[in-house]
């Protein structure tokens, strides 16, 4: 399969249009390599990553995270030296799907709706024409807000997080409230949507990044889960690999997906 159509299977998931001025969406690197038959998917462009996938015989990349937002000359002997360096010696593509990925409801971002089995599913904000958001009853913006198949008291709630998400704590702030239907969620630095989903009728907020002031700002509207930038992109990102691997698989395009690497480790006292 040739890297344009790679592309265009892609970016009818993950609208290029639809990313951020000052994100960097789209392709990373470019290669002369004409025949794709093996993708490999991952969270990060990591020289660990590139390096598990060139030993894979990966001929494209696609990631979440693009290889920087303020691309440059590589110079100084970094991972971002390194990352060009493995990518252009073994002429093989990357992509990054970043905020242009974000923005689907109904995309890859909904897989923890799935597994709660939310219904009713909205963003949290939407994108208007002019690439502004506000109070979304629309299917494009950032964060996924949905209702719950029946009620659940707090451990009902706790106990499906940590089965949908295999962690068994998080940081938190505000009180549980009695009864939670309503849960708004968004991946990765999305803390500053917690104030519009309460005021959407969110119970609980999830976030990938729960910060003090931002806690400070928001205490006393509702409960604030974080349960860190990692897993609810990860998992995103294996969510879409499965996808591709369905439907490039019947095209003779092998596709894997390379886990990746939380460095930031959960300590818990047993």
């Known amino acids: 399969m040739q890297p344009e159509t790679i592309i265009s299977v892609i970016e009818s998931i993950a609208d290029p249009h639809l990313a951020e001025d ?20 991952a969270l990060d462009p990591t020289p660990s990553c590139i390096t598990q996938a060139l030993k894979w015989r990966a001929d494209f990349i696609l990631t979440h995270h693009p290889l920087s937002l303020k691309p440059g000359l590589p110079s100084r002997l970094d991972d971002y030296h390194t990352a060009l360096n493995l990518l252009m010696s073994h002429e093989v593509w990357l992509y990054a799907a970043h905020t242009s990925l ?37 299917q494009t913006g950032y964060g996924v807000q949905g209702i719950t198949p029946v009620p659940w008291n707090w451990s009902g709630f706790v106990r499906e997080l940590s089965r949908s998400t295999g962690l068994r704590g998080w940081r938190q702030t505000g009180v549980p409230p009695g009864e939670i239907r309503n849960i708004a969620y968004c991946p990765g630095s999305g803390m500053d949507l ?19 002031h931002t806690a400070q700002a928001i205490e006393g509207l509702g409960l604030t889960v974080d349960v860190g930038h990692f897993i609810l992109e990860e998992t995103m990102m294996q969510t879409w690999a499965d996808h591709l691997h369905s439907s490039l698989g019947q095209k003779d395009v092998d596709v894997a997906f390379f886990p990746g690497h939380d460095p930031i480790a959960c300590a818990t006292n047993e």
Do not use: M
Not at 24 to 41: F, Y
Not at 115 to 121: P, T
Not at 194 to 212: H, P
């Open 22 to 41: 000052w994100d960097q969406s789209g392709i990373q690197v470019a290669a002369t390599r004409r025949d794709i038959r093996r993708l490999a998917v």
């Open 102 to 138: 974000d923005v689907q409801t109904c995309g890859p971002v909904s897989w923890l709706a799935g597994s709660l089995g939310l219904s009713d599913l909205t963003p949290v904000t939407e994108l208007n024409g002019d690439g502004a958001t506000s109070p979304s009853h629309g």
């Open 194 to 212: 917690a104030r519009t989903a309460f005021q959407n009728g969110a119970d609980v907020f999830i976030s990938g990044e729960l910060k003090y």
